[in-house]
């Protein structure tokens, strides 16, 4: 099991599904989960700005997932919601709703369920993977690159072209999810930083395959 964690805009979600197909393994993107539950909360009127609210409806929302890293999909209550969660208005919300404790405690819940039903192994990724949810990963990695190279190449991803409202929307999600009291995004113990400001997608997948060789 390799549990990639990092700030927003890593490179993460690409490292990891590289990594995942080349290595015959599974692939879970949490984030993804968390977004959903976000996208649940706004669809249903919920305030995210008020902790109570997000938690009293915590438990309402029906959550499915795929694990297939060329072909991720993620469905809501029965409908494929992978357009809705990647919209700003996801993006302005999402750490507000991933901050509360009973929202995390259900989502840790099911990702540990997905971790025990991949026999060949799977790529975990997200904020909390090798802290919290796996602390006994073979491999855990630790993601993150300069801001302004993470938010040119979030917005060349989006096809949008503002940078700089991209670097504002990564920072204000860094800091809400570095500074809650839940499962902050933190370097797990353990954990190979790879620093990717200058490197390119092929380099991070060969630094980590070179890593996983280095386990056997
Ligand atoms: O990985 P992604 O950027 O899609 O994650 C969206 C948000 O979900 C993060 O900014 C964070 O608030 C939350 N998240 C989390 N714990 C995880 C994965 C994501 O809190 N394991």
């Given at each position: 099991m390799?549990?990639?964690?990092?700030?927003?805009?890593?490179?993460k979600?690409?490292?990891?599904?590289?990594?995942a197909?080349?290595?015959?393994l599974?692939?879970?993107?949490?984030?993804?989960?968390?977004?959903a539950?976000?996208?649940?909360?706004?669809?249903?009127?919920?305030?995210?700005?008020s902790?109570?609210?997000?938690?009293?409806k915590?438990?309402l929302?029906?959550?499915?997932?795929g694990?297939?890293?060329?072909t991720?999909?993620i469905?809501?209550?029965?409908d494929?919601v992978s357009?809705?969660?990647?919209t700003?208005?996801?993006?302005?919300?999402?750490?507000?709703?991933?901050?509360?404790p009973?929202?995390?405690t259900?989502?840790?819940q099911?990702q540990?369920?997905?971790?025990?039903?991949a026999?060949?192994?799977?790529?975990?990724?997200?904020r909390?993977i090798g802290?919290?949810?796996w602390?006994?990963?073979d491999l855990?990695?630790?993601?993150?690159?300069?801001p302004?190279?993470?938010?040119a190449?979030?917005?060349?991803?989006?096809?949008?072209?503002?940078?700089a409202?991209t670097?504002?929307?990564?920072?204000?999600?860094?800091?809400?999810?570095?500074t809650?009291a839940?499962?902050?995004?933190v370097q797990?113990d353990?954990?190979v930083?790879i620093?990717?400001?200058?490197l390119?997608?092929?380099?991070?997948?060969a630094?980590?395959?070179d890593?996983?060789a280095?386990?056997r």
């Amino acid at each position: 099991m390799i549990a990639v964690d990092g700030t927003s805009g890593s490179g993460k979600s690409s490292t990891s599904r590289r990594v995942a197909d080349a290595l015959g393994l599974a692939y879970l993107d949490t984030g993804s989960m968390y977004r959903a539950e976000t996208w649940w909360m706004l669809s249903h009127g919920v305030d995210t700005s008020s902790e109570a609210a997000v938690a009293e409806k915590a438990s309402l929302s029906r959550i499915e997932v795929g694990t297939d890293p060329l072909t991720p999909w993620i469905l809501l209550d029965g409908d494929d919601v992978s357009e809705p969660i990647r919209t700003d208005e996801v993006n302005a919300h999402v750490s507000l709703v991933a901050r509360v404790p009973a929202v995390r405690t259900r989502m840790v819940q099911m990702q540990r369920e997905a971790i025990i039903g991949a026999p060949r192994g799977i790529v975990v990724e997200g904020r909390d993977i090798g802290s919290v949810v796996w602390p006994a990963a073979d491999l855990k990695l630790y993601l993150t690159a300069d801001p302004a190279a993470r938010a040119a190449r979030r917005t060349l991803e989006e096809g949008s072209a503002d940078v700089a409202a991209t670097e504002a929307s990564l920072a204000a999600r860094d800091a809400i999810d570095s500074t809650r009291a839940t499962a902050p995004l933190v370097q797990a113990d353990g954990a190979v930083t790879i620093d990717s400001t200058f490197l390119t997608l092929d380099a991070v997948v060969a630094q980590v395959l070179d890593l996983v060789a280095g386990l056997r």
